[in-house]
């Protein structure tokens, strides 16, 4: 996005840089707008695609698409971090990796986009995005530890966690952890914190024991 338009620009703008820079508008009111049109194209994607699932199935598939991992992982995709307008303080606290932001500047541009091209191309945008995702649906990452032991232990496997890594000042930290079954490592993750370093490698493990 080498020129964005005035409402792309504004859904990059976060709070911290309008209050230093004196702005009036943030990105908040387009990430409510975005927020909505997400939960609706979304569901209307799993609705068609999976006739067959019950009410409660569908909620849990549409929770996990459009959960904050998911989208801050899609804002990255799009480049979206690096394009960013964050304060001074976002800026040094690492506000570009953040996943609240991401996500926060995902829903945004959605919601741009909404109101730049229309209901149908903005359809038409998020059911191309989200396609992957209904054959591989993400799993939230707050239960991404739990479903893993939960699979291992099924299969009589021994799960444990190894910090592979740290890097960065330590104000802004990088920890890689390992997810070992049975002794091999079958995933890997990264994060600001071991917490969600342990997550990402716990999904990736869970991914893996799952196409087995």
């Given at each position: 996005?080498?020129?964005?338009?005035p409402l792309l620009r504004l859904a990059l703008t976060h709070p911290s840089y309008a209050s230093e820079q004196g702005l009036q508008e943030t990105n908040q009111r387009l990430e409510f707008l975005g927020d909505a049109v997400l939960g609706l194209f979304v569901a209307e994607l799993l609705y068609e695609r999976?006739?067959?699932?019950p009410e409660g199935e569908l909620t849990m598939r549409r929770a996990a698409m459009v959960c904050e991992e998911s989208l801050a992982q899609l804002a990255k995709e799009h480049g979206l971090g690096e394009q960013l307008r964050?304060?001074?303080?976002?800026?040094l606290t690492g506000g570009r990796e953040k996943p609240s932001l991401l996500a926060d500047a995902f829903e945004a541009v959605v919601g741009a986009h909404y109101l730049e091209h229309g209901l149908q191309r903005t359809r038409e945008w998020v059911r191309q995005v989200f396609a992957p995702f209904l054959e591989n649906p993400p799993l939230p990452l707050r239960d991404a530890r739990s479903r893993l032991h939960e699979l291992a232990q099924e299969r009589g496997l021994d799960v444990k966690f190894l910090l592979v890594g740290q890097e960065g000042p330590p104000h802004h930290p990088t920890f890689t952890m390992?997810?070992?079954?049975?002794?091999?490592?079958r995933g890997r993750g990264a994060g600001p914190s071991k917490q969600e370093a342990t997550a990402h490698?716990?999904?990736a493990a869970y991914r893996f024991l799952r196409e087995q």
């Open positions: 996005m080498p020129d964005p338009s999976f006739p067959d699932l964050l304060g001074r303080g976002e800026e390992a997810a070992l079954v049975d002794g091999a490592e490698a716990a999904a």
